[in-house]
């Protein structure tokens, strides 16, 4: 499968609207069901500050988030990590991973 690359992170806020029900982007706003994903991008994989929800799947995942390992994530939720709480089925279409991406490393 193609990896996704070259996002257009304008794009990708618009396709964010998806993730929102879940996840807010800022810090100081209380975490939804997931994550705030404020900084989520170069961090450590399962590790945003403030929330205590993680699977054993996704915090026992070694790393830290980058284009490859994102893509994959999106990708197939439950393939990246198996037992995820992440209820999403994916993304199938390659340059919109690529776009929620561009999206994501604008969130420091
Ligand atoms: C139904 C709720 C839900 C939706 C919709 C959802 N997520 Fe999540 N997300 C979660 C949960 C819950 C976790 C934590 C998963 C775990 O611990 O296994 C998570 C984790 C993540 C993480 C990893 C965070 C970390 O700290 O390592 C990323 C990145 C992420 N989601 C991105 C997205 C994106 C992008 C979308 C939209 C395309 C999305 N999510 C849609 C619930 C959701």
Do not use: N
């Not at 996840?23 to 929330?51: C, E, F, N, Q």
């Not at 990708?75 to 999403?88: D, E, N, Q």
Request: hydrophobic content about 35%.
């Amino acid at each position: 499968m193609a990896q996704a690359s070259g996002g257009d992170a304008q794009a990708g806020k618009k396709a964010f609207i998806q993730c929102q029900a879940c996840h807010t982007v800022d810090a100081k706003a209380p975490s939804r069901m997931g994550p705030s994903l404020l900084g989520v991008y170069g961090a450590k994989i399962g590790g945003r500050p403030g929330y205590d929800h993680y699977s054993k799947a996704l915090s026992g995942t070694p790393g830290k988030w980058d284009d490859a390992k994102l893509d994959q994530w999106l990708t197939r939720p439950t393939k990246f990590a198996a037992g995820t709480s992440m209820a999403f089925a994916g993304v199938p279409d390659p340059k919109r991973r690529a776009d929620l991406i561009a999206y994501l490393k604008t969130l420091k």
